[in-house]
């Protein structure tokens, strides 16, 4: 299980970076929000533990600019008493919670357990499309059960071909299901994603499964 601590505050930072680490997690630290969207978009994470109060960008703008790249990740919130009721207007995920400081270090692992918990169910089950295999847990894919290495948004978009197999998926519907975003000219984009994409699952197997719908989009299917 892979946590990613954002925290300015050394001190907590490291302090709660050494319970984790004690109770087997593997804890990676950013100390303030554009280094946190950064490290939170280019690694897999089980659950972002979130200071609100960061410098560069504060916390509850961290969490939107991740989930604008896609990330899913449960996030649990660290604020201070007086802005909960901004947290709580702010999160918009059910899978999401907040934790005022001060706080137990017990109470901070119970609340993290929890995620990780409903996050794992939340995902749930292996997907399996021809000899293509997606665990959500573990965020990992396999064709023909060989590992394929793919970048967060890679996985995001198979997971959603995989989702949907034989369905003819619209740039559109690709944009606003793995990007969020809706506008034109953001399809070249996903143009290049599929790309991305084919070269790592189709490359090196005569039989191609993602495929072009000229003018539309793309679908996972076998031929
Ligand atoms: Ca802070």
Not at 95 to 115: C, G, H, I, M, N
Not at 120 to 127: C, K, L, N, P, S
Not at 142 to 169: C, D, G, H, V
């Amino acid at each position: 299980m892979r946590i990613l601590v954002v925290e300015d505050e050394k001190k907590v930072a490291s302090f709660i970076q050494r319970g984790l680490e004690g109770e087997g997690f593997s804890v990676d630290l950013a100390y303030d929000g554009e280094e946190g969207v950064e490290l939170g978009a280019a690694n897999t994470y089980d659950v972002i533990l979130m200071d609100v109060m960061l410098p560069k960008m504060d916390g509850l703008e961290a969490i939107k600019a991740l989930r604008s790249k896609g990330v899913s990740a449960p996030v649990l919130c660290l604020t201070a008493k007086d802005t909960v009721e901004d947290i709580v207007a702010g999160l918009d995920s059910g899978s999401d919670d907040y934790l005022t400081k001060p706080f137990a270090f017990a109470e901070l692992l119970a609340r993290v357990r929890s995620l990780v918990r409903r996050g794992t169910q939340e995902r749930g089950a292996e997907i399996t499309y021809a000899d293509l295999r997606l665990d959500p847990v573990a965020h990992k894919v396999w064709r023909s059960n060989s590992e394929i290495e793919l970048t967060a948004k890679e996985y995001a978009l198979l997971e959603y071909f995989m989702r949907n197999p034989e369905q003819t998926l619209t740039r559109t519907m690709i944009a606003e299901q793995v990007w969020d975003y809706t506008f034109d000219s953001f399809t070249n984009i996903i143009d290049v994603y599929v790309n991305y994409l084919r070269k790592k699952v189709d490359r090196d197997y005569s039989k191609k499964l993602i495929h072009t719908v000229r003018g539309v989009g793309y679908v996972l299917k076998e031929e």
